[in-house]
């Protein structure tokens, strides 16, 4: 459950982080060892988690 919980935190952050401007643009990163996110030039965001 408190798992959960961090996955759903650290995603709202990572979209409230989205909205404040395009300074994250084209970068790539890890949220831990189960998750990793993508954001393209054009504004996709890509997450990939693993099972």
């Given at each position: 459950?408190?798992?959960?919980?961090?996955?759903?935190?650290a995603?709202?952050?990572?979209?409230?982080?989205?909205c404040?401007?395009?300074?994250l643009?084209?970068?790539?990163?890890?949220?831990?060892h189960?998750?990793?996110?993508?954001?393209?030039?054009?504004?996709v965001?890509?997450?990939?988690?693993a099972?």
């Amino acid at each position: 459950m408190k798992r959960k919980l961090w996955i759903i935190l650290a995603l709202a952050a990572l979209l409230a982080a989205l909205c404040c401007g395009t300074a994250l643009a084209g970068r790539i990163g890890n949220l831990n060892h189960d998750i990793s996110w993508a954001l393209s030039d054009t504004g996709v965001l890509t997450m990939r988690i693993a099972a």
